[in-house]
């Protein structure tokens, strides 16, 4: 026999004592078969004999039952029992008790309250009863150990939302794993209404994971729908219609804004509108005599720069000319802002993203044809034998007379000026940057692209080819003078800067696939400060990015600092430009994880249609349990699995693809 004490009552427990505990949330009555130490076995409702601690009831009965009768009749007056107890807990009304009692300070103790819900003479069942009410409904009283206390007005309010909140997530969950049912069963999407924000729950988790603050919400949703992963949920949206079979993962999860917001779209118009007028401005150099070229790719819709050659007496006068979008973008206005929120364009085989709308950065703020523009140019006095006698750099007024593409530039060289003359400029300028210590990395660059049937295309670039080289060249020329500019006037700029690498490979221009990968590997870190400091990997002396405004911000800061010197407007100090380059270095940072996992994307797509189809590849790692290869022809690094080969760096193999899926970026080959 034991006996255990709670607050306003004394409980005896023999054999045939009827109890209750509590089980998945349910009020089970038993009855006790047996007792020792505090450890009951017990014959329950159901007719199932469970084991269980004193300290787990909920109510202990001093009405017994006679245990020698056959267990069903036992389980039959258990039964019977139970219903009692539930018509009588329904007739208690909780709310009208906690109107009189809430205002009272004192605690409750099981035999007062039964009091206050029933009239004499009170028997076990009304106690259980009352248990049974409470246990129901707590929204009025707080219940623990026998003890009743009322909440305040203010926490049954607050109770009253929280419980409106989990009924409307519960419906949330039920809704949700209909929704995904009705589309798992179906051809044709789904006809289950949902709201969107569900469907924003259950993305958030495809794509976040645990991190989503709706993990919880959605993988319960899961949970009661059919599906068996989360990778799943991937399919779900593609055949509801939300997502295409193509959605570009990655740049939901590094939630990249796609849209320009209304405001923008705005100032947008309003400098179409009003265009502004610069030909009047007297500190800008009218340059509309000289013959200004582009030179871009094929599909280039935004041209941010431009180059001119003209001949002097005693040499030559090469001009490099840059898009003044400060001209129409004013720091700290929408466009602006969204701009530094963008950080920069991302160029995709499938789409662009452009960091200023299309309307300013293919347009109004782009070196068209024929269009006069407001442009920074550095305009640089060389001898016969392209040695730099001077430059200057100037706000100007230029107008672009050609556009070439680079395929119609490579034409060109050799056998018409300007481009002959400003290739060989070029060549001079390489080997003196070369020979002041730059490292020369020359890997070839894989283009890739959808065309409008969604059939893949590519092409592979030698980066090495006149053109391609006589701008790059021209563009580092340009960018280090205005670093010695800005520099020399000692005004903060997003100077960029490498220290010596860690190991040199070669000197010069090497044609090694391997020997560039590896010299790449060697090369240290840029860095990005507001003082200037040596580039050692372009070998020269301070550099900054200044002459692609229209799609890297970095650039459009430094143009801004770069006409500060000439009185346009107050400089950012150095401390506004570290405020802002680490505000942007997270959106500066996946731009190019964005690009990078976007192309590769493409590519494997393209290889998901050529299962047996062997491509040379290049071994530029060996790991214990796998390769590091290069598909020269995609110029795609991906692992590779060899069974019983031995490898080592440097080794050229036939590697043929056996599995292909680009969106769980996966790449099976065998040799």
């Not at 289950?192 to 919880?216: C, M, P, R, V, W």
């Not at 001209?327 to 466009?335: E, F, H, L, S």
């Not at 602006?336 to 085989?349: H, K, N, T, V």
């Not at 993203?353 to 920074?376: F, H």
Request: hydrophobic share 40%; proline share 4%.
């Amino acid at each position: 026999m034991t006996t255990r004490h709670l607050p306003g009552i004394v409980s005896v427990m023999n054999i045939g004592n009827i109890v209750e505990y509590i089980d998945q949330q349910k009020i089970v009555s038993a009855v006790i078969l047996q007792e020792k130490q505090g450890k009951l076995r017990l014959l329950n409702e159901h007719n199932r004999e469970v084991s269980f601690s004193e300290n787990r009831l909920s109510h202990i009965s001093q009405a017994r039952l006679d245990t020698t009768l056959s267990r069903d009749s036992i389980v039959t007056q258990l039964k019977q029992l139970t219903e009692n107890r539930k018509k009588l807990s329904e007739t208690i009304d909780i709310r009208e008790l906690w109107e009189i009692l809430h205002e009272e300070s004192e605690d409750i103790e099981l035999s007062t309250m039964t009091l206050f819900c029933f009239d004499p003479p009170l028997t076990p069942d009304h106690e259980a009863a009352v248990i049974r009410a409470f246990f129901h409904d707590r929204l009025y009283f707080k219940f623990s150990q026998m003890i009743f206390a009322p909440y305040s007005a203010e926490q049954v309010e607050g109770k009253k939302r929280q419980l409106k909140e989990a009924e409307k997530k519960e419906r949330r969950i039920q809704d949700g794993a209909a929704w995904i049912n009705d589309i798992l069963n179906r051809k044709n999407g789904s006809s289950t209404a949902i709201d969107e924000a569900t469907i924003d729950i259950l993305k958030s988790f495809y794509l976040f994971g645990n991190d989503s603050e709706h993990a919880q919400t959605a993988k319960q949703i899961i949970k009661k729908s059919s599906l068996h992963s989360t990778e799943q949920l991937f399919h779900i949206f593609v055949k509801a219609g939300i997502w295409h079979q193509d959605e570009n993962i990655h740049l939901l999860s590094l939630k990249i804004p796609t849209v320009f917001s209304s405001n923008v779209l705005e100032q947008e118009q309003s400098l179409i509108t009003n265009p502004i007028h610069f030909s009047d401005d007297p500190l800008r150099k009218d340059l509309t005599h000289i013959p200004l070229i582009t030179i871009d790719g094929q599909s280039t819709l935004d041209f941010d720069d431009a180059i001119s050659l003209e001949n002097t007496e005693t040499g030559y006068s090469l001009g490099i000319h840059i898009i003044d979008v400060d001209a129409y973008i004013k720091n700290g206005d929408p466009v602006d802002l969204s701009a530094r929120e963008r950080g920069s364009s991302i160029y995709m085989p499938d789409d662009k993203l452009p960091m200023i709308p299309p309307r300013l950065s293919e347009d109004l703020c782009s070196l068209k044809e024929g269009e006069i523009r407001p442009g920074i140019s550095t305009l640089v006095r060389t001898n016969r034998f392209f040695e730099i006698q001077e430059y200057k750099i100037v706000p100007s007024i230029i107008k672009i007379r050609q556009k070439m593409s680079y395929a119609e530039a490579n034409l060109l060289n050799g056998k018409n000026d300007p481009i002959t003359t400003l290739y060989r400029m070029a060549l001079l300028f390489r080997e003196k940057r070369i020979k002041a210590g730059a490292v020369q990395i020359t890997l070839p660059e894989v283009n890739v692209w959808l065309e409008e049937n969604r059939e893949i295309g590519y092409s592979k670039i030698d980066r090495e080819n006149p053109s391609r080289m006589l701008i790059s060249e021209l563009m580092i020329l340009a960018n280090s003078l205005m670093a010695e500019f800005l520099a020399s006037h000692r005004m903060p700029a997003v100077f960029r800067s490498q220290a010596q690498p860690k190991q040199r490979l070669f000197k010069g221009i090497e044609t090694s696939l391997l020997l560039n990968f590896m010299q790449r590997k060697q090369l240290s870190r840029a860095m990005i400060g507001t003082t200037p400091e040596t580039h050692a990997g372009l070998g020269v002396n301070a550099y900054v990015t200044a002459t692609s405004p229209i799609r890297r911000y970095h650039d459009l800061l430094t143009q801004r600092q770069i006409k500060a010197i000439f009185g346009y407007h107050a400089p950012y100090s150095k401390t506004d430009l570290e405020d802002i380059l680490l505000s942007i270095s997270t959106a500066v940072s996946n731009t190019s994880r964005i690009q990078a996992s976007r192309k590769r994307y493409w590519i494997i797509k393209y290889l998901e249609s050529k299962k047996g189809v062997s491509f040379e590849s290049l071994v530029l790692e060996c790991h214990r349990e796998h390769y590091l290869i290069l598909i020269k022809e995609f110029m795609l690094e991906t692992k590779l699995v060899p069974a019983g080969i031995r490898l080592k760096y440097g080794d050229i193999v036939q590697v043929t693809i056996q599995h292909a899926d680009a969106r769980k970026d996966q790449l099976s080959l065998f040799i």
